[in-house]
């Protein structure tokens, strides 16, 4: 979902990966985890390829109990390819036996989920996302984060309080004031992002953001905050740049092309931009040298940590965070729910990206 700025102990034995989990975007320390969950798209390609051979079928209906991702899965796989047909047609016929050592061999993932899920509440979404990121693990990490339970609840209790919808006033206060902006300011919706311009999920986020203003400009308020990240070195100088832009009425210009040149963001590429849009460049390149706007974007980064922002992007719908920022799908369903007046709906669980 996002870039977090310390890193902790806690990170490295795991709880780093329920977080990158719950997130869709940049995120400094599950960038820097040397095991990283698994992307959608790769249980989605597994689960296309239909099984063909005896033992293709056998792997297939034991993966299908330990989880496409797990460790478990992957080893069957590989022993299917050397595996006699006989063999594995003799498996299939005893293959509760198998699915009974598959248990005993994944327990530790299974007591890990049951202590977790028990703490931060069997029915929470956190919970969800634990018991679905806990089948890529192997068995030697769920043992190693075994003996850190209290730390891990710890953190994934935060997780779950951060993914609450803000209390009304809170949600107001983070939409208020001169930030850019587009649609109408008594709309019955408000979108509110912080973001950054070097952060590449960002520029998903982007695009999605150009799919909200042609659906939905009139009767949604969408704001920009921004949140650049100190790992993303030019991140900063474009958000001061894209405040001078948006001085003269070019925010979105500036925004859009930003974000269509990630890699150059340089002062002299962002003159370039100015020139582009059709900026005042003498009065732009002022704004830059005295950092009119430095004061603006501290403002909007301490306004992003008071509700519990750590990474680029995140978004909140009428206060609700969306957990899927890059997706439009997923916040034009949130959007819709919003305007149909329904309550805001718990955040699924999502996996970067």
Request: with cysteine; net charge positive.
């Given at each position: 979902?996002?870039?977090t700025k310390n890193t902790?102990?806690r990170?490295?034995?795991?709880v780093?990966?329920?977080a990158?989990?719950l997130?869709s975007?940049?995120?400094?320390p599950q960038r820097k985890?040397?095991?990283?969950?698994p992307?959608?798209?790769?249980?989605a390609a597994a689960?296309a390829?239909?099984p063909?051979?005896?033992?293709?079928?056998?792997?297939?209906?034991?993966c299908e109990k330990a989880g496409?991702?797990?460790e478990?899965?992957?080893?069957?796989?590989?022993?299917?390819e050397?595996l006699?047909?006989?063999a594995?047609?003799?498996g299939?016929?005893d293959i509760a036996?198998s699915v009974?050592?598959?248990?005993e061999?994944n327990k530790?993932?299974?007591?890990?989920v049951?202590?977790?899920?028990g703490a931060?509440?069997?029915t929470?979404?956190?919970?969800?996302m634990v018991?679905?990121?806990t089948k890529?693990?192997p068995?030697?990490?769920?043992?190693?984060?075994?003996e850190h339970?209290?730390?891990?609840?710890?953190?994934?209790?935060k997780?779950?309080?951060a993914n609450?919808?803000?209390?009304?006033?809170?949600?107001?206060?983070i939409?208020?004031g001169?930030a850019?902006a587009f649609?109408?300011?008594?709309?019955?919706?408000t979108?509110?992002e912080f973001?950054d311009f070097?952060c590449?999920y960002?520029?998903r986020?982007?695009t999605?953001?150009?799919e909200i203003?042609?659906?939905?400009?009139?009767?949604?308020?969408?704001?920009?905050?921004q949140?650049?990240?100190?790992?993303?070195p030019?991140?900063r100088?474009?958000a001061?740049?894209?405040?001078a832009a948006?001085?003269?009425g070019?925010f979105?210009e500036?925004?859009?092309?930003?974000?269509?040149?990630?890699?150059?963001?340089?002062?002299?590429?962002?003159?370039g931009?100015a020139?582009?849009?059709?900026?005042?460049v003498?009065a732009?390149?002022?704004?830059l040298?005295?950092?009119t706007?430095?004061?603006?974007?501290?403002?909007?980064m301490?306004?992003?940590?008071?509700?519990a922002?750590?990474?680029?992007p995140?978004?909140f719908i009428?206060?609700?965070?969306?957990?899927?920022p890059?997706?439009?799908?997923?916040?034009?369903a949130q959007i819709?729910?919003a305007?149909?007046?329904k309550?805001?709906?718990?955040?699924?669980?999502?996996?970067p990206?």
């Amino acid at each position: 979902m996002f870039l977090t700025k310390n890193t902790t102990a806690r990170a490295l034995i795991g709880v780093g990966l329920f977080a990158i989990a719950l997130s869709s975007g940049c995120n400094k320390p599950q960038r820097k985890t040397k095991h990283a969950a698994p992307a959608a798209s790769g249980s989605a390609a597994a689960a296309a390829t239909a099984p063909t051979g005896p033992c293709q079928k056998y792997a297939a209906a034991l993966c299908e109990k330990a989880g496409n991702e797990s460790e478990s899965c992957q080893s069957l796989k590989a022993a299917a390819e050397i595996l006699s047909p006989a063999a594995c047609t003799a498996g299939m016929k005893d293959i509760a036996y198998s699915v009974k050592k598959l248990g005993e061999a994944n327990k530790s993932c299974d007591d890990l989920v049951s202590k977790l899920c028990g703490a931060i509440g069997p029915t929470t979404e956190t919970c969800n996302m634990v018991k679905t990121q806990t089948k890529s693990f192997p068995q030697s990490r769920c043992k190693q984060m075994l003996e850190h339970i209290p730390e891990i609840t710890a953190d994934l209790k935060k997780m779950e309080a951060a993914n609450q919808p803000l209390a009304p006033e809170i949600a107001a206060n983070i939409a208020k004031g001169n930030a850019p902006a587009f649609g109408p300011q008594d709309a019955k919706v408000t979108v509110v992002e912080f973001s950054d311009f070097q952060c590449p999920y960002c520029s998903r986020a982007a695009t999605a953001v150009d799919e909200i203003k042609k659906k939905y400009g009139t009767r949604v308020r969408f704001v920009f905050r921004q949140f650049p990240l100190p790992m993303h070195p030019n991140a900063r100088g474009a958000a001061e740049a894209s405040l001078a832009a948006n001085a003269q009425g070019k925010f979105w210009e500036f925004h859009d092309k930003m974000f269509q040149n990630q890699q150059k963001l340089e002062r002299a590429d962002l003159e370039g931009f100015a020139k582009d849009a059709g900026l005042d460049v003498a009065a732009f390149k002022k704004a830059l040298d005295s950092k009119t706007y430095a004061a603006d974007v501290d403002a909007d980064m301490k306004l992003g940590e008071s509700v519990a922002v750590n990474g680029t992007p995140t978004m909140f719908i009428n206060g609700a965070r969306v957990q899927n920022p890059t997706n439009f799908e997923a916040i034009s369903a949130q959007i819709e729910g919003a305007l149909s007046g329904k309550p805001a709906a718990a955040p699924a669980a999502a996996h970067p990206g």
